[in-house]
C-alpha cells in the first residue's frame, strides 16, 4: 500500500534518492570485497555483509514506495558507476595489488553505512514519516547500522596494521633517537665546538 509523503516535503523524494545512490555504490562495493577476497576471514565477512546490505536498500525501495517517492534511474545508475571508477584508484601500485586498497575501500563502506544509519535518524525524527514507516521498524534499522559499522570497523582496523606497517617501520628507522635525559651544559657546549669544527671545515674545503 502507497502512503503519501507529509504536505511540503516535496524535497523527501530527492533526499532517499540520494542514499538510494549511495545504497547502489555501497552494494557494489562490499560486492567487490567479497569477490577479491575470496575464502579469507574480510572475504567472508563481506560476503554475509552484502546480503544484509542488499536487504537493507531493497527496505529502503519499499520505503520509498510507501511514501509515494519515485525512483530516480539516472541517480542509481550513477551510483553503480561511482563504484567503479573507483576501480581506478592505484593505491600505489601499477601491476600488483595494493595493501592499500582493502583499508580504502573499508574506509569508503563504513562511510557508506554511517551515511544510511543517519539517513534512519532522521526518517525517525520525521513524526508524519515515522508514523508511515513504523518506528520500531526504523529503531532496529538504526541499531542495524550501527553493528554493521562497527562489525567494519575491526576489519578496517586489521587492514590499517597490515598496509601501513611498512611505513610505521620507516619512520622510525628515520626519526632521530630521543635522549632519555637531559644533556649537561658542558655536554651541549662539546657538542656546539665540535658541529662548529665540522661546519669550518666543510666551508673551507674545496667543492667537488
Not at 6 to 12: A, H, V
Not at 37 to 45: M, N, S
Amino acid at each position: 500500500m502507497s502512503v503519501l509523503a507529509p504536505p511540503g516535503s516535496k524535497y523527501l523524494p530527492i533526499y532517499l534518492n540520494d542514499h538510494l545512490m549511495g545504497s547502489t555504490t555501497g552494494l557494489e562495493l562490499v560486492r567487490r570485497i567479497a569477490h577479491e577476497y575470496p575464502g579469507t576471514d574480510l572475504g567472508v565477512f563481506a560476503d554475509g555483509l552484502a546480503a544484509e546490505i542488499a536487504e537493507d536498500r531493497d527496505t529502503l525501495l519499499e520505503i520509498m514506495d510507501r511514501l509515494g517517492a519515485s525512483r530516480d534511474q539516472v541517480k542509481v545508475a550513477l551510483g553503480w558507476v561511482t563504484e567503479k571508477v573507483g576501480r581506478l584508484k592505484l593505491n600505489g601500485e601499477l601491476r600488483d595489488r595494493s595493501p592499500l586498497s582493502p583499508l580504502v575501500e573499508l574506509e569508503g563502506l563504513s562511510i557508506g553505512i554511517e551515511g544510511k544509519h543517519l539517513m534512519w535518524v532522521v526518517l525517525a525524527e520525521v513524526d508524519a514519516v515515522a508514523e508511515a514507516i513504523g518506528r520500531d521498524r526504523l529503531a532496529k534499522l538504526v541499531a542495524r547500522a550501527v553493528d554493521q559499522r562497527e562489525r567494519v570497523e575491526v576489519h578496517r582496523r586489521a587492514a590499517a596494521r597490515t598496509a601501513l606497517t611498512g611505513l610505521e617501520n620507516a619512520t622510525k628507522k628515520e626519526s632521530p633517537s630521543v635522549p632519555t635525559s637531559t644533556p649537561s651544559p658542558s655536554a651541549i657546549a662539546r657538542r656546539m665546538i665540535a658541529a662548529q669544527s665540522s661546519w669550518t671545515a666543510a666551508y673551507r674545503s674545496p667543492s667537488s
